[in-house]
């Protein structure tokens, strides 16, 4: 595989298990660009920034020297060598991420910061396939009911259904505007599937 591969989708969709998974299959490293997003959002309230002044948090992203590692077990975010990945699945960062990745300047910052890792890879997110890497050789877009997705969340939280589900549709509906799939994407309804199932469509498709 010497290309890219996007995996997008909703939040609890599976796509970073997927993508994980996939990759590793193939061989190549996976980017996590949700994580971007959520160590500017950890980063933001850590620091008592504003998570809606964009000059500021432009500001931190860059004094931190905030980048992605894209380990075959698994993406971290550094911060002058401190790790921040513990914290960001947190529902502190759901809650103001949405906000932050709204942002026309935070968005370009995540993007140059994807762009700059050389391919092959899969590559996971909301606008993989649209925005960021419209050239990818392959396309996915991943998408299940609210109910099954909050679910999902709820176990790996271990938090309250109907409080994960309430979130969930909120963070929908904020992100709706970079969550459109791109028109040559292959929808996957993931409802029904185990992950392994998934992974296993995702690598048929790719003729593995
Ligand atoms: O995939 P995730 O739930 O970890 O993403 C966290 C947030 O980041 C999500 O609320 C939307 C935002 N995001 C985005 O706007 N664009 C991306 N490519 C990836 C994530």
Do not use: C
Request: no cysteine; hydrophobic share 40%.
């Amino acid at each position: 595989m010497r290309g890219i591969v996007t995996i997008d989708g909703p939040s609890a969709s599976g796509k970073s298990s997927v993508a994980r998974r996939v990759a590793e299959a193939l061989g190549v490293p996976y980017l996590s660009s949700g994580l971007l997003y959520r160590a500017a959002a950890y980063l933001a309230l850590r620091a008592g920034v504003d998570p809606g002044d964009e000059g500021a948090l432009l500001r931190l992203l860059k004094a931190r020297r905030v980048r992605l590692l894209a380990e075959r077990a698994g993406n971290r975010v550094l911060a002058e060598g401190e790790d921040l990945t513990p914290f960001l699945h947190t529902p502190e960062v759901d809650r103001v991420v949405s906000e932050v990745a709204r942002l026309p300047g935070v968005r370009a910052w995540v993007s140059q910061r994807l762009k700059e890792v050389p391919p092959p890879f899969v590559a996971e997110g909301r606008d993989m396939g649209t925005r960021v890497f419209p050239e990818a050789d392959y396309k996915f877009y991943l998408t299940a009911s609210p109910e099954v997705r909050a679910l999902r969340r709820s176990r790996e939280r271990l938090q309250d259904y109907e409080e994960v589900l309430r979130d969930l549709l909120l963070r929908d509906e904020k992100d709706r505007d970079q969550s459109a799939p791109a028109p040559d994407a292959l929808l996957l309804d993931t409802g029904g599937l185990t992950l392994e199932e998934v992974v296993a469509l995702v690598l048929a498709h790719l003729g593995r």
